[in-house]
């Protein structure tokens, strides 16, 4: 065991945890368990490749050079073994100086066949008491991400169009792209009910303001020229209203010689003026009436 005699009391510890998956936290974050399970470990990650993915699991989204190149930045690995065996075996093991392999308890379903009976691919690394058990993280796994996408199949053919991708490129078939054809038409339909509020809302409000401008203009000009004549007719009042509060001459002196006169008043009627004739009530009133 080459590093562990030189770089005591170092163990290493592979990880299968990323050899079929994506980068992803979750994962990530069970590399951190297996690089804290021991005081200064060695973490070596092993990474399978494409093909024998495929083969015996199923499609990736990361390509395995893309798996290999995360790996490598992710700072709690210390080496990487490119194109992993799906089965590990104790002349793997130690070959790279393996002292545990780190996974979560779980037994993991061998379909190539090669665990025997057990169907678990970790079962004799278990009996050898090389096993280190990770706890399962919650975070964002390689099935939900294709889920997601599977869930907006339609919404990210549209971003991708957006951004220059053709439905050639992104190898769309003939179903889904009459249904992208729809989705756009009727997105364009609403996008110019949209523009046409708009523009109707702005015209509203520019016919508001005019209305507002003309009223008070309207209201401006009233006022300028029935103003004046108002004053004139208040004017004519006023005159009128003075006339009627002043007294007549003939008829103050009338009532001076009725004064005079005392109950004389009455023999002396017939000095007056025609137009008026003054008498003395019984209770000293003056009154006067027109013939």
């Not at 562990?4 to 079929?20: A, K, N, V, W």
């Not at 194109?83 to 061998?110: C, G």
């Not at 990770?134 to 339609?154: A, N, P, W």
Request: a neutral charge.
């Amino acid at each position: 065991m080459r590093q562990l005699e030189l770089l005591l009391p170092f163990l290493h510890i592979t990880s299968e945890l990323l050899s079929r998956h994506a980068h992803t936290v979750s994962n990530a974050q069970a590399l951190q368990q297996a690089k804290t399970a021991f005081p200064n470990a060695v973490l070596i990650v092993g990474c399978c490749s494409d093909p024998l993915t495929h083969a015996l699991k199923g499609q990736t989204v990361l390509q395995d050079e893309e798996r290999y190149s995360s790996l490598r930045h992710c700072r709690h690995v210390d080496e990487l073994i490119e194109n992993a065996p799906w089965v590990l075996n104790d002349e793997f093991l130690d070959e790279h100086d393996i002292d545990f392999v780190a996974h979560d308890a779980l037994p993991y379903t061998d379909s190539s066949g090669s665990a025997g009976d057990s169907g678990d691919i970790y079962a004799h690394i278990k009996q050898q008491g090389r096993f280190l058990e990770t706890k399962r993280t919650t975070g964002v796994s390689t099935t939900e991400l294709i889920v997601r996408i599977i869930k907006r199949y339609d919404d990210f053919i549209s971003r991708n169009v957006k951004r220059g991708y053709s439905l050639d490129d992104m190898d769309v078939p003939l179903l889904n792209r009459v249904n992208h054809a729809a989705s756009a038409a009727i997105d364009a339909a609403a996008a110019v009910v949209r523009t046409a509020g708009k523009n109707a809302q702005i015209l509203q409000k520019r016919l508001q303001d005019r209305l507002e401008k003309n009223a008070a203009e309207f209201q401006e000009r009233f006022v300028k020229v029935f103003e004046p004549l108002q004053q004139r007719e208040r004017n004519q009042h006023a005159k009128a209203a003075g006339r009627m509060a002043t007294p007549s001459p003939t008829g103050a002196g009338a009532a001076a010689a009725g004064a005079a006169g005392g109950s004389e008043s009455s023999d002396s009627a017939g000095d007056l003026p025609e137009a008026d004739i003054v008498a003395v009530s019984p209770r000293g009133r003056k009154l006067a009436r027109k013939r």
